[in-house]
């Protein structure tokens, strides 16, 4: 059957109408190809986005509480008989009661006395003599009291009254009308209704707000057990990409392969392979765990699930596991997913441990319902669970065990070439000048995570838009490097000639140890400008990027460390508070050396080192060793003083000449140094040196072997390693 349009059903019967109806003909026409022509537009939701405000009532309930009292006042103030004129009792009898002007007195109790108010007769009240008495309340309405007047009491009351008609007839005299009365704030209404009505406000109000602050949807007190995770699904938009993860090669490829998994997961059931059922990222703060699982929601074609460790915990027994439950229920009914926990220590600590006796740990039922839920009896597949944590340590070795969390990914701090890589991915939306290089800005960062790259970046272009620049060089991001490492820059902070000389010597005295020992640290910057909180000076170093370190080495950066100390006892006789820091980075490191790694020949190779904290508050040696540790350790530290001296006491005249250099121009570089120092005297080359100017030293630990057995792959798509090429 042929479909028609409006217009065209109506065409035969308007045939003879006038112009008009062939107007509305067309009308109808025109909007049916509209509506034929229009494709709905789908309506995405971003999640975590604030919606604009829509224009509408600014309605506030509060307004019509505060209306209520003020009607209530008014009420209480317009309508009550309190408003007559008081008068003492002499002028009452003198004016009012023995000319025989008084109609009637009607007495009450008012609070603790008796209150009698006066109604004077209608033709009286129009003589001169009461126009004082007037007011709007009894003059408004007619019959009302014009004055009134307080007795102690009705008999008091009754006994004055007859004594001052004493000389009128009994039938004469005016006696007062006993009423009782009650005040308006006294009546049922206030001292009942009010109160109960206060109370259920006040009810509704406290359970509006715990609900809000506990339970999801809607914000009421029977949702508090319900789960609280953001759900990012197909309409979702998360603009985070695979693509914008960097310098987390390894991490990236162990979770790209479980969303490949959920996309094609024949690909590995055929061969008998199970999707794993849980990843745990474990990472320093900063390394992109939850960047990570961003990208995981962004490239995933399946429903993520996304919260916090800390959304479980409340102040409410059993609500944590009731949340637990709820998660998992949603997860089922979305299955298959992805439920993402970021920081997951909250919920995941380790059972049994710093617990009260006798007490309901709410975190440990939480915990345990997790269990339960991820590798229980009745749990079904279909769901990953991945989570986030960089205290791994604490967490609960039963939620470790593979069924649970399968994979645990580490993602480390990037090395040069992750850096790298993470610099050009923070660069692309900075509009930076050409000769910005990301390769010099990943050798001069080492240690450092994504995030702080990041924030460098960011840095360098709030510093060259304050100095109203066309784009970001790379003199902006040497000085955010500076401001992230060092702190915000001082220069106006008032220092004493005095001060700023000893610190001149104190930053020399690092400089002179560095250059001069092999192993130590090349120098970068050094500067005596203040910076942070505490920091008066400061010297930069580029350390090697190694993972082994020699005995040699370490004593060579105690002596670089302890340089400033001798300083000022070379050079002034005496010492200050300024090498705290250094002091204590010593010490530390030393302790390491003799209780750790096991550096000391008297002690022997032996370490007790304690990360899982299982000695508690017992010590793992005898008090003897104990005693031992700490004269090996004073000995140490010791030998590296004496040997810093004698370094400084040789170069003497260098250290005198970089300290009054330091005072005139206050920041040296390293070429600088060559100038006062001359060439280092060792030939080794900085990790700087070998990176930017290439000398093929940096490869990847594991590049170039081949296994025996293995196989080449039979995936085309797969990229060739430089073992296949060599081949």
């Known amino acids: 059957m042929e479909l028609k349009t409006c217009g065209e059903m109506l065409k035969p019967l308007l045939i ?16 049916m190809k509209e509506k034929e022509n229009t494709k709905p537009k789908l309506i995405k939701r971003i999640p975590n986005i604030p919606k604009k405000p829509q224009k509408g009532s600014n309605f506030n309930i509060f307004w019509v509480y505060a209306a209520i009292i003020v009607g209530l006042v008014l009420v209480s103030v317009l309508f009550t008989n309190d408003t007559n004129k008081t008068v003492t009792y002499r002028e009452f009898e003198t004016n009012m009661l023995l000319p025989g002007d008084v109609q009637k007195i009607v007495a009450y109790k008012y609070e603790d006395l008796v209150r009698a108010d006066v109604y004077i007769k209608a033709d009286r009240l129009k003589e001169d003599k009461y126009k004082k008495y007037e007011t709007k309340s009894n003059f408004a309405s007619t019959g009302g009291p014009t004055v009134s007047f307080t007795a102690g009491s009705m008999d008091a009351l009754d006994k004055q009254l007859s004594e001052s008609q004493k000389t009128i007839a009994p039938d004469s005299q005016i006696l007062a009308e006993k009423e009782t009365r009650q005040s308006t704030f006294n009546s049922w209404f206030f001292t009942v209704i009010i109160p109960v009505l206060l109370f259920i406000g006040f009810w509704i109000f406290i359970m509006r707000k715990m609900g809000g602050g506990a339970g999801g949807g809607g914000g009421q007190i029977f949702n508090i057990g319900k789960s609280k995770a953001t759900l ?19 991490a990236k490829q162990e979770v790209m392969e479980i969303v490949d998994f959920l996309k094609n997961p024949k690909k590995y059931t055929n061969l008998g392979g199970k999707i794993p059922k849980g990843a745990l990222l474990v990472g320093s703060p900063g390394t992109g765990k939850t960047l990570l699982a961003k990208a995981v929601a962004g490239e995933a074609q399946v429903p993520f699930f996304s919260l916090s460790g800390s959304d479980f915990v ?93 994979r645990q990914i580490s993602i480390d701090k990037p090395d040069l070439v992750g850096r790298e890589q993470i610099f050009k991915v923070h660069l692309k939306p900075i509009k930076t000048d050409v000769v910005v290089d990301a390769k010099k800005l990943s050798a001069q960062t080492p240690g450092f995570a994504g995030a702080e790259i990041a924030n460098v970046c960011n840095e360098a272009a709030l510093i060259a838009a304050r100095r109203n620049k066309e784009s970001v060089d790379m003199q902006d991001f040497q000085d955010a490097i500076d401001r992230v490492i060092g702190g915000l820059e001082k220069k106006n902070k008032i220092i004493s000639p005095e001060e700023k000389r000893i610190v001149a010597y104190h930053e020399a005295g690092h400089a002179i140890a560095g250059w001069f020992l092999e192993h130590a640290d090349p120098l970068v910057k050094v500067s005596i400008v203040p910076r942070g909180v505490a920091a008066l000076g400061y010297a930069q170093y580029l350390p090697k990027e190694q993972f082994l370190y020699t005995t040699e080495q370490l004593t060579d950066g105690m002596c670089m460390t302890m340089g400033g100390r001798v300083a000022e006892a070379l050079v002034f006789n005496k010492i200050s508070t300024g090498a705290q820091n250094d002091l204590e980075r010593i010490t530390k490191l030393a302790y390491a050396m003799v209780t750790i790694y096991g550096m000391n020949e008297a002690v022997g190779s032996v370490s007790f080192h304690d990360p899982q904290n299982e000695y508690n508050f017992n010590k793992p040696y005898s008090e003897k060793t104990s005693e031992l540790i700490d004269i090996e350790v004073r000995g140490l530290i010791k030998d590296v003083y004496a040997r810093t001296m004698d370094l400084l ?4 005249d260098g250290l005198e000449k970089l300290a009054e250099k330091l005072l005139e121009k206050e920041i040296l570089f390293q070429a600088d140094l060559e100038e006062i120092l001359g060439k280092r005297p060792f030939d080794n080359r900085t990790t700087y040196d070998e990176f930017v100017n290439g000398t093929g030293d940096q490869k990847p630990a594991a590049e170039g072997l081949v296994h025996e057995g293995v196989g080449e792959t039979t995936d085309p798509t797969a990229p060739v390693t430089p073992a296949q090429t060599e081949s």
Do not use: W
């Open 16 to 31: 003879k109408a006038p112009k008009t109806s062939y107007n509305l003909i067309h009308f109808f026409e025109s909007t």
């Open 232 to 250: 990012f699904d197909k309409e979702s938009q998360v603009n985070v990409t695979f693509n914008d993860v960097a310098g987390l090669e390894e």
């Open 314 to 406: 409340e102040m409410f027994v059993g609500v944590g596991a009731s949340r637990v439950r709820d998660l998992f229920k949603q997860a089922k009914d979305k299955a298959p997913c992805i439920i993402f926990i970021d920081e997951v220590d909250a919920i995941g600590r380790a059972r049994g441990k710093n617990s009260m006796m006798g007490g309901n740990d709410e975190r440990e039922n939480t915990l345990n319902q997790l269990l339960v839920e991820m590798d229980g009896f009745g749990t079904d597949s279909g769901i990953i669970i991945l989570a986030a944590t960089n205290r791994p340590d604490v967490l609960d070795s039963a939620l470790l065990r593979p069924g649970r969390f399968d």
């Open 649 to 652: 006491v040789e170069k003497r």
